[in-house]
């Protein structure tokens, strides 16, 4: 995570300067040129190899890199309204949220389920374009299923950088999410 001072964006092309050693995998730059896919999708084109998924929420920026697809998303809590989860949240969790009378721990819940839900929708590569009340999350099994019911995807909560965010990582593979990991 870097902070979110160092990260000069435009939505045609990003340069994010990292310390890239220049014996690590050929790289030879100090930084690391990312385009965007249709959707919005990251992708680096001198290395097509590796899978890179961006988030940037308050003081905060995520970038995870890859060889297999991912989604990351941090979150800055902040005051948010029940029309919110309604909008966005299929009933179940509607309801879930609407019956925690304590302000804080819904509010831990909203923002722990809005990253997990859009760290999907960036391992799936569709964005914010995707319905996000068609997956429902098991937080006992840490999966997202589809209406069918089947997993799509398996996910992790990431010890967020300080108190007041939530940040969760997204995969395909059930193996791979034990090895998601800080740096």
């Not at 996000?132 to 089947?150: A, N, P, V």
Request: aromatic share 12%.
């Amino acid at each position: 995570m870097l902070k979110l001072a160092v990260y000069e964006a435009e939505h045609d092309g990003l340069c994010l300067q990292l310390p890239v050693p220049a014996d690590s995998a050929g790289y030879k730059s100090n930084g690391i040129n990312v385009d965007y896919l249709y959707g919005g999708r990251p992708y680096l084109p001198c290395h097509p190899d590796i899978f890179i998924s961006i988030s940037h929420s308050g003081d905060y920026l995520v970038i995870a890199l890859s060889d297999f697809s991912i989604g990351v998303d941090i979150q800055e809590h902040r005051s948010v309204s029940n029309s919110i989860w309604e909008r966005f949240y299929p009933a179940d969790d509607s309801a879930l949220l609407t019956s925690i009378k304590d302000p804080v721990q819904r509010e831990d819940l909203f923002f722990m389920t809005w990253a997990i839900r859009e760290s999907y929708t960036k391992f799936t590569g569709r964005g914010l374009s995707e319905d996000l009340r068609r997956y429902h999350i098991d937080h006992d099994k840490c999966t997202i299923t589809s209406e069918k019911g089947s997993p799509n995807a398996y996910y992790v909560e990431l010890e967020p950088p300080s108190p007041g965010y939530s940040f969760a990582a997204c995969s395909g593979d059930p193996a791979v999410i034990p090895d998601v990991r800080i740096l």
